[in-house]
Structure formats: structure tokens, C-alpha cells
Nanobody, 123 residues
């Protein structure tokens, strides 16, 4: 069993930055591929970024490439999402997710989900 708790969301002006964190419980964190997804009001949840168990492989949605960076610290059981040059369209609830299959995670399937953290970007 893995529990995921996100933090770091908030209100930021366009062009600003935020760093989201996702703390995982359990001793098998390093066995999981980790990802970030987001859901804006009235829209379906969408993939944002994912990272392999050792951090050696990452994947990003085209909409965030060059602006967002996913990373992880297995010693701290934590995955991060550094978000720079934020845009109004980045406003959404951001969810942390875990799966033992990278390919399954990329298509939005997760074994575990966090409760989400709100990110609001204002003009």
C-alpha cells in the first residue's frame, strides 16, 4: 500500500513559479514510476509528467515541455514538479500518481493517486 500526499499548490501570477511535492508512504517507493496529472474545471484529467524509478527517464506533455521539470528523491520518498513560466491555462488540480508500469502510467493508469493540490495562475 502506498499513500501519496501532494503539497505546494497555491495562487501565482502568470510567469511565476511553483514547486509541487508528493510525499509517499511505504518502503517500496523506489519500485514505482511516478507521475503528475492535472484536471482543469470541466476538462478530463490529463498527463503532465512522469519519471522512472531511478530518475533516469522522464516524459512530459507537449504543453509543459521546457517549463516543467519532474524529479524524485528516493531517500525522502518524494517526487517533485518544478513549474516555471506558469500560464493561466496551467490552472488545475494537480495529482500525484504511482504505477509499477511506466507505460501504464503514461496513459493515465495509476495504482495509487494522491488527493490533489490546487494550482491557480492569475493574470
Amino acid at each position: 500500500q502506498v499513500q501519496l500526499i501532494e503539497s505546494g499548490g497555491g495562487l501565482v501570477q502568470a510567469g511565476g513559479s511553483l514547486r509541487l511535492s508528493c510525499a509517499a508512504s511505504g518502503r517500496t517507493f523506489s519500485s514505482y514510476f511516478m507521475g503528475w496529472f492535472r484536471q482543469a474545471p470541466g476538462k478530463e484529467r490529463e498527463f503532465v509528467a512522469a519519471i522512472s524509478w531511478n530518475g533516469g527517464t522522464t516524459s512530459y506533455a507537449d504543453s509543459v515541455k521546457g517549463r516543467f521539470t519532474i524529479s524524485r528523491d528516493n531517500a525522502k520518498n518524494t517526487v517533485y514538479l518544478q513549474m516555471n513560466s506558469l500560464k493561466i491555462e496551467d490552472t488545475a488540480v494537480y495529482y500525484c500518481a504511482a504505477h509499477r508500469s511506466f507505460n501504464r502510467l503514461l496513459v493515465g493508469s495509476a495504482e495509487y493517486w494522491g488527493q490533489g493540490t490546487q494550482v491557480t495562475v492569475s493574470s
